[in-house]
C-alpha cells in the first residue's frame, strides 16, 4: 500500500514530475495520477479508445489539446455534442473566444451582442459567420448525395477544413470517426432543418451512425472510454462499449457526484453494475474541472508514452 | 426588501405552508420559493412551457409526478432524452425498480443480473422484456409508414400505453409532444438499428422534428421554461425558445455549478446573455436534487393555481 | 427491498406525507426519509443527541426553528461556532436581517454598510448594537465571577435573554449546554480581547470544556449525532462521542462532497472507520442545503415524535 | 480583453508553462492563473500573507510543501486546525499515512484499528505514540510556565522538533506565528484536558491569541489572505485583516459552493461586502480539490518569484 510522502517543489519542476508525486499526496490528487496510469495502460494495451467531451471544453482551450490527442493516437472514436462541432468550426474559420468573467452583467453583454458560456465569451455574428460558412458546405454535401450519417457528414466537413489545430480536421485526417448522437442540438440542428426544408429529399440518418459506432470497434477488441464531462457523450461511449461486451478501461473525468444518480455523476463503479466496465477493469474517477485536470492527466500519459514510442506523428 | 423570520414548525403542516415559509427563510430555500412564484405566473400568464427533465428522474418515483403534471397542464411541449423514453415503457408494461444504496458492491449486482442508477436497482430482465415490447411496437408502426419524427413515433407509443402514471400516455393524451433529440442514445437506438437492417426502408426523421418543436410556439406566445438537470433536454429547450424570441419566464434545477461552464450548471443569470432568457425575465435557479427540490416546487404552485382554477383535469 | 413507487400529489398534501413518500422516490429523498426516521429511533431509544449547526444557519430563518427544536426536547448538546452565538443575540435584541441576493453589487453593499452572506444581508450598525449589549453583559459576569468556561458563559447569556425563539434563551432553559471550541473566531473574539485587556484577571477556559462536553454524556449512554453543515462543529461532536465510546445514530446532511476529504464532506460510512459511529448504527447522509433538507426531516421526525407523546413541551 | 488560445503539448513541458498556458483556456484554468499572479503580486508588494488550511491538507502530502512555503517566506501568518498540528507532529515523529481508497469497507477498516480521512488511512496507533510525545512535552513546557497562549505553545513544539519538511519547525525557524482558535478541537484538546486535571494551574489563554494575531499585522501594512479550504482557518485570517483594516489581496481555494451561504464557500466577492477585501483588491477564487489546484498555483508564483530574488532561503 502507497505512502503519503511530502511533496516539495524545485525549480523548473515539469507536469509530468508533478503529476508522479501527486501519486502519493492524497484525495483528488491520487486519482488524477491513476487517471494518468490508466490511459497509458489502454494505449500500451493496445485498446480502442472512445473519447467523451462536451461542447464547453470546446469552447475553451482544450480544443487544440484535443486535435492533438488525436494527432498522436490516443483516440480511435470521439462522442461529442452539436455545440463542440460548431465551435471547432468557428475557430477553424478564425472566429474569436475572449476570456471574460464569470459574474458578468449579462443584460449588458447582451446589448452588446455578446454570449457568455461560463467565463467565456463569444460574438453573435460568430454564428452568422458559421451560418454562412454551414450553408456553403451542405450545398456541396448535398450535390454528392442526399443521405448522411452524422459521422459522415462530419468527416466530410473535417476533409473541408485547414487548421491542424481543429478536431474535426485531425479527427478526419486519422480516420477517426466522430460521433454526434444529438446533432440538431444547437444552431446546426436549425440549418440543418432550414435545408432540408428547400431540400425536401435531404436526410439526415442518425440510426445507421448507431451502427457505425457498434462497428467502430469489435466484442474481441480491448476497449477503454475517457470521458470528459457528462451528458449524452458519455452515455453513448459507455452504452456502445457495453454492446460491445464492455470497456477493460475507464477515466472518468466530471465536476457532478454521484449523490443525484445522474449519468454525469456516474462514477466508474456504478458502471460495473451495468457490465459497462468489466469487473476487472482498471478504472479511476477524477472529480474537477476538466480544463486543469485533463491537461494534467493526459500530458503525463503522453510523455510517458512519447518516451516509450506508443505515440503517433510524435513530437520528435 | 423581503425580512429573514424564524421559522416554527406546527403540526399537520403542509407543504405550501412550508414553502411559504421558506421565502423568508434564506440560501436555497429563498430560491426554492421563487421557483414556485415565477410557475404559477408562467402558467397564470399563458405561457407555452418547456419542461425538461432527464432519464434518472423517470427511474425515480418522480416519474408518476411528471405524469400528473402534464394531466394538469403545467405544460406544452417536453423535452427529454433516451432513457427516459425507456423506462416510463418498462414502468407502464409492469417492470419494477427498487431501491437499493449509493455504496453498492457492483460486481456483486452484475454476477446478479442487477443494474445499478445512483440508489435504484433495475434488472436485466426489465430490459429484455423492453426488447420485446419495442419491436412489436415497430412492427406495428412500420405498417403504419415508414419514415417517423421521433415526436410522432412517441406519440404513437403513448398512445398504445394503459397507464395513467405514464409520461408517453398523459403527453399522448393531452396532446403534448415530447422532443427527444437524442433518440439512439440508449437500448432503443440499438433496436431501432436492428430494426433498420432488416427494413432497410424505416426511417427516424430528427431534422423534422426541429420544424415541429419549433412550431410547437410561436414568437408571440409567451415561452417558459423548466429545466430539471442539465445537459440536451435543458439545452434544446433554451435553444428552441431562443429561436421563437426568448423565453419570458425560466426555472432551473440542478446539482451542478456555473464554475465549469457547463450547460448543465448554466444559471438563469447566464442565459441572460445569450438572449435566451429575455432581459426582464422572471426567472430561479434553485441548486440541489430533483427529487427533493422538484416537488417541492411544484406542489406549491399546483395548490395556488388549484385554487384559483387554472389546472386541467384538476383534482377535486 | 423497497420500490420505487410513482410520486402523486393531492390538494393539501402536508409535509409528513410528502416525506413519507420521498421513502420511494429515489437519490435524496430517500436519504432524506430515512434521516427522519434515525431521527425518530434516536429520541424513541433515549440517545443523547448531539445537534450541531453552523453560524450562517443562524443567519437564516432557521434560527427559530432550532430553538423550538431545543425546547421539544430533541437535543441534548449543542455544538456551534461564534458566529452562531453572535447572530442569535442580534437576533433577540431586535436586529433584522434581511432577503438579498447571491450576486449582488458587492461594492455597493459595502458602500451602505451591508454584510453580505450568502442571499442574506446584514447591516454594520447590528454589530455596533451587538458590540454595546456584550461590553454590558461582560461587565455583569466579570462582577459574578473572573473565570468562565465558554459554556457557563453563554448559559449566562440565555438566561438574560428574554426571546423564545432564540438558541441561547432556550438552552438555558431547557438546561442544554452549548459548547463553541471556537469562542474567539468572531467579533466577540475581539469583544473578549478588550475586555481581557482591561480585566486582565478576566479568563475564557476553552480546556476545561472539554470536559464539560465529556461530561454531558456517558460512555454507557446511547449517543447520537445531528450535524447540519460541517467544520468544527461536526467534528468536535463527532470527537467527543467518539471518546465516550461512539454514538449509536448519526445524520449528516452536507452540501459537500466526500471526495476533497474534508470533514464537512466525510459521510456516515467514513466514520464507522473511525470508530465514530458504531458498525452496526443507524446512519443517514443527505446531501443538500439545510435549509430545505433540516425542515422536511426535522418534521417529519417531530410528526411522529409528537403523535407517540415523545415530545417535551409538545404543541398540543 | 484576453483571448482563449488552443493549448498544446510539447515534451517535458514545466508546470510553469502549463499554468502560464491555463491563463488562456477557460473555465477554472482561469482563475488558478489568476490565483498565481496574485500571489506573485501580494508577496512583490511585501504583504504580510495569512496562509490558512485545513487538516485534512496536513494528512496530505502538502505538509511538506507548506513547510517549505513557510521556509521560502511566501508567509506570515498560519491559521488552522487542531487537526493540523497534531499530524503534523506524527510525521514528525515517523508516523505513516498510507493511500487508500474513497469506497472502502470502513468496517472492515475500524476492526483493524485503521482510520480512514477521505483516501488516506492512518492507524490508531500513531493516536497512542502522540499521545505519549505530547504528554512528555507538556510536562516540558509545564515546567516554564503555567500560562500558555496557544500560539506560543505551538512555537515551543515546533523549537522541540527536528524535521525541516513540519509545519510547526518552519514556523517556528522562521518566526512564522501559528493560531489554532480551536485547539480543543481534536485528540489534543482531550490531552490537554486531563493534564489540566492534573495540574489545576495549567492554563491555555485562547483570548489573548486574538490579540496577537492582530498584532501580527497591522493597519499600515498591506495585507493578504491565502486560504485553502474553509472553515474556522479562512474565516479566522479574513476577520483578523479586517479588523486591520481589511486585505488588499486574497486567494480562495475550495470544493465548496457559494449557494449555500457557507464559509467555506463564500467568494472573494462576498467579501468585499465584509469589507474584509478591499474594494480594489486583487482577488481569485479557484474552486476544485487543493491538492491539485494548490501545487499549480503555488508552483507557478515560486518559479516566477524564485527568478526575481524574491524567495528566502531560496532553492539555487
Given at each position: ?22 501519486g502519493n499526496i ?15 495502460k489502454?494505449?500500451k ?14 469552447s475553451?482551450?482544450?480544443r487544440g ?12 472514436v ?13 475557430k477553424?474559420?478564425g472566429?474569436k ?6 459574474d ?7 446589448e ?10 463569444l460574438?453573435?455574428?460568430s ?5 454562412t460558412?454551414i450553408?456553403?458546405a451542405l ?9 448522411w ?5 462530419l468527416?466530410?466537413i ?6 491542424k ?7 478526419a485526417?486519422?480516420?477517426i ?6 446533432i ?15 431540400h425536401k429529399d435531404?436526410e ?6 448507431f451502427?457505425?459506432?457498434l462497428?467502430?470497434?469489435?466484442f ?19 452504452l456502445?462499449?457495453?454492446?460491445n461486451?464492455?470497456?477493460e ?32 477493469s482498471?478504472?479511476?474517477?477524477v ?18 508514452l ?5 505515440l503517433?506523428?510524435?513530437t520528435?
Amino acid at each position: 500500500m502507497a505512502q503519503v510522502k511530502d511533496f516539495l517543489w524545485k525549480p523548473g519542476l515539469s507536469v509530468e514530475e508533478l503529476v508522479e508525486n501527486m501519486g502519493n499526496i492524497g484525495f483528488q490528487s491520487v486519482e488524477l495520477k491513476k487517471a494518468a496510469d490508466v490511459i497509458v495502460k489502454m494505449k500500451k494495451n493496445n485498446s480502442d479508445i472512445f473519447l467523451t467531451f462536451t461542447s464547453n471544453m470546446v469552447s475553451s482551450g482544450l480544443r487544440g489539446f484535443f486535435a492533438q490527442v488525436i494527432r498522436l493516437g490516443l483516440c480511435n472514436v470521439i462522442v461529442t455534442t452539436a455545440g463542440a462541432i460548431e465551435e471547432d468550426i468557428m475557430k477553424a474559420t478564425g472566429e474569436k473566444f475572449l476570456i471574460g468573467k464569470f459574474d458578468s452583467d449579462d443584460v449588458e453583454l447582451h446589448e452588446r451582442g455578446v454570449n457568455r458560456i461560463g467565463n467565456l465569451l463569444l460574438k453573435n455574428e460568430s454564428y452568422m459567420n458559421f451560418e454562412t460558412w454551414i450553408y456553403s458546405a451542405l450545398d456541396k454535401f448535398y450535390a454528392k448525395k442526399k443521405k448522411w450519417s452524422v459521422s459522415s457528414l462530419l468527416r466530410e466537413i473535417g476533409l473541408m477544413i485547414d487548421d491542424k489545430d481543429s478536431i474535426l480536421y485531425q479527427a478526419a485526417k486519422n480516420n477517426i470517426p466522430i460521433f454526434c448522437p444529438a446533432i440538431t442540438d444547437g444552431a446546426i440542428g436549425f440549418h440543418l432543418y432550414l435545408f432540408q426544408q428547400k431540400h425536401k429529399d435531404f436526410e439526415i440518418d442518425v440510426v445507421n451512425d448507431f451502427g457505425n459506432i457498434l462497428l467502430s470497434t469489435s466484442f474481441d477488441a480491448k476497449k477503454a472510454v475517457i470521458a470528459l464531462g457528462g451528458g449524452i457523450s458519455k452515455h453513448h461511449a459507455i452504452l456502445c462499449t457495453l454492446l460491445n461486451g464492455g470497456a477493460e478501461y475507464a477515466v472518468y473525468m466530471t465536476t457532478a457526484h454521484k449523490t443525484s444518480g445522474s449519468m454525469s455523476g456516474a462514477t466508474t463503479s456504478e458502471a460495473k453494475s451495468w457490465g459497462k466496465i468489466k469487473d476487472d477493469s482498471d478504472v479511476a474517477t477524477v472529480i474537477g474541472d476538466v480544463t486543469v485536470m485533463f491537461p494534467l492527466v493526459m500530458i503525463k500519459a503522453l510523455e510517458e508514452l512519447n518516451r516509450e514510442g506508443f505515440l503517433k506523428n510524435a513530437t520528435s
